[in-house]
């Protein structure tokens, strides 16, 4: 599959396509976000395998709604696969079980969190010693810009500093990004970019912005029948095998 070409979901196609899903589709959001997460994890595994001369820490910041839940679940399989040591910064809680279950697999893996965007700002600002992946899971199909706080402090700092620290892994978007649309004048800069189901229009934008970005597809669930309605079978077709993910090159 060509690497700028390739079929998309616009941010009401994707929340409808979720919908479904979760509704006549008889799905859980557990499941999904279990797959969309794994599929994250193992993209981060192929692209940046753990290396011995680093201690591999990844910090994941984890926005307030499935997105973030995804960052989660990678952080988890990263921490159980060994090798890396994710780090959270997780500023707005959904309070809901499943949100809340997720933060409890992770704080009994000793997965640490950071506290404030202080904390985020002081430990990838450290040469080598800091942080040697960003996992962006802060907004995905639902976002919708402006930026708000707490997020935009954030956000503006990645996008002001992204040629001094460590690559950062879009979950689904590049948080800031118009799903639709693409770019803000808030660009943090991702180098890599996994998307769920299908791309969104945005992620054309992302590759088409230079020959550097990684682009990879995941969330392997859609079934033959949705995949035709929602004209995505080609992209249904590309997984091989057993594989969960497929990097487009
Ligand atoms: N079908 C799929 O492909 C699946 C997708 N999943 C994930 O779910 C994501 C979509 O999740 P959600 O619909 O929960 O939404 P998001 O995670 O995209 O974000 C919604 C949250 O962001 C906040 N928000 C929106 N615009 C904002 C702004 N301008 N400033 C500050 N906050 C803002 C909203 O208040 C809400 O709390 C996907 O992108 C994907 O990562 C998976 O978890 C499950 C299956
Ligand atoms: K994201």
Redesign the pocket.
């Known amino acids: 599959m060509l690497r700028s070409s390739f079929k998309t979901l616009s941010a009401k196609a994707?929340?409808q396509?979720?919908q479904e899903?979760?509704s006549t589709g008889a799905?859980s959001?557990d499941q999904?976000?279990e797959?969309?997460?794994l599929s994250v994890a193992q993209a981060i595994y192929k692209q940046y395998p753990p290396k011995k001369s680093c201690n591999n820490t990844v910090l994941v910041l984890v926005?307030?709604?499935?997105?973030?839940?995804?960052?989660l679940?990678a952080a988890r399989h990263l921490k159980l696969w060994g090798g890396y040591d994710p780090i959270l910064y997780y500023p707005?809680r959904?309070k809901n079980q499943l949100y809340s279950n997720l933060v409890t697999q992770l704080h009994d893996l000793d997965v640490n969190e950071l506290e404030s965007v202080e904390d985020v700002k002081r430990l990838v600002s450290v040469p080598q010693a800091g942080v040697d992946l960003i996992i962006d899971?802060?907004?995905?199909?639902?976002?919708?810009?402006?930026?708000?706080?707490p997020?935009?402090e954030l956000i503006r700092y990645l996008a002001e500093n992204h040629d001094k620290i460590a690559p950062i892994v879009s979950?689904?978007?590049p948080s800031g990004w118009d799903?639709d649309k693409g770019p803000t004048d808030l660009d943090i800069n991702a180098t890599m970019l996994v998307s769920?189901?299908?791309p969104?229009p945005c992620a054309a934008r992302f590759v088409d912005s230079s020959a550097e970005k990684i682009h990879y597809l995941g969330?392997r669930?859609?079934n033959p029948k949705i995949a035709k309605k929602y004209d995505i079978e080609e992209l249904v077709d590309l997984y091989e095998g057993n594989e969960l993910i497929v990097k487009f090159v």
Do not use: E, Y
Not at 63 to 71: C, L, Q, S, T
Not at 137 to 149: D, N, T, V
């Open positions: 994707a929340a396509l979720d899903l979760m799905f959001i999904l976000m797959l969309a997460g926005g307030p709604g499935n997105n973030g839940g995804d960052g679940v707005k959904t899971s802060l907004f995905g199909f639902s976002f919708k810009p402006p930026i708000r706080a997020f935009d979950v689904d978007i799903v769920l189901t299908a969104k969330g669930f859609i």
